[in-house]
């Protein structure tokens, strides 16, 4: 069944802030921050969003105002249509949003995610604690100004951390991260390469 | 392949009910002959070992089928898979729970180095935390290429000088 337009234009008369989002196959609109719960609950109340399939974090990058958006996922398991519901956090340093975890429970694990990954808070949220990286970690790796390689930290354990003497260290890039070129129709150029911005065992880390 | 251990020497003849061999033959025969695995699965070599466990690759023609998940009962850990740095902490404290003797096959090149995984999350090879014995490359490794880790763990183990280890212990 094709995702139905008039969920948009319903949502449009009963939120002013509510404006349409490029997309390039199922619907999708943009909310204020403010809106987002107001919103998520008609969505789910009055037009049968009953399933929230992802939440998504976004990153624009280090000065990008704004620089955080979360995206919600929704489905309609009655009439199989799908919305994408884009919000971006106010506060950039400390960005924030108010959690969906009481509308669909299964936003609690993605919401976690999104904290652990991107340092989204999530206001209101059950139990807010890292998913996937451990508890005292003291980065987000997904933010945009995180090296892939990681940065120095002990291990999660104190005590196998004074046992082994070793934390966690900056992978050696060996030449990567191996990245393919962005628009090259040339197979041959769009070859994944590695960014010369890489350290080894014969190159160290700039600044060690 | 284990094989007949020419150090034990036995004539019925002479000897009767004695045997005589050294200590340290008599000790590392017996721990190479059942060296139980501590299987520390962590990724997609996992189920590489799984197979060298089962009927076709068959790891008890070598006397290492038993695999325990119970590190007080293990003799060997088979790290294989990737390990993160969440799990580091607690790959090495089943490691320390592992009653002496104990070695440690590193197994597939995510345990051996870190594999491909060159990030923020991946320890950069197991050896970082735990002793490791042998090396296992590949990714997976084949069976029998655990197989041969086995055997080359076994002798290792067979040049250790048991006795007198044991003895200063
Ligand atoms: S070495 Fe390869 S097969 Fe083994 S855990 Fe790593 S990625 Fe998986």
Redesign the pocket.
Known sequence: MPPSPDAVAALKVGWAGVTDRASLDHPAVDVPAADLLGVLGSLKSLQGFDMLTDVAGVDWGVGARPRFTVVYHLFSTTTHAYLRVASSCPDDAAPQLPSAAALWPGADWHEREAFDMFGIRFAGHPDLRRIIMWDGYPYHPLRKDFPLAGIETPLPDAEITAEVKVGLIAAPMAGGPFVAAAGQMNMGDAEPRAKDESWNERRPKPGT | MVSANAELAYNSKIEGDVVVSRADAVINWIRTSSMWPMPMG???????LMAVGASRFDLARFGAEVMRFSPRQADVMIV???VTYKMASAVRRIYDQMCEPKWVIA??????TG???RSYAVLQGVDRILPVDVYVS????RPEALLDALIKLQEKVKREPSASKLLTA
Do not use: H, K
Request: negative net charge; proline residues 9%; hydrophobic residues 35%.
């Open positions: 962590l990724a997609c070599c996992a189920i590489e294989s898979g990737t197994m597939g090149a995510c345990a051996s594999g491909m995984y590949g990714c997976p490794p």
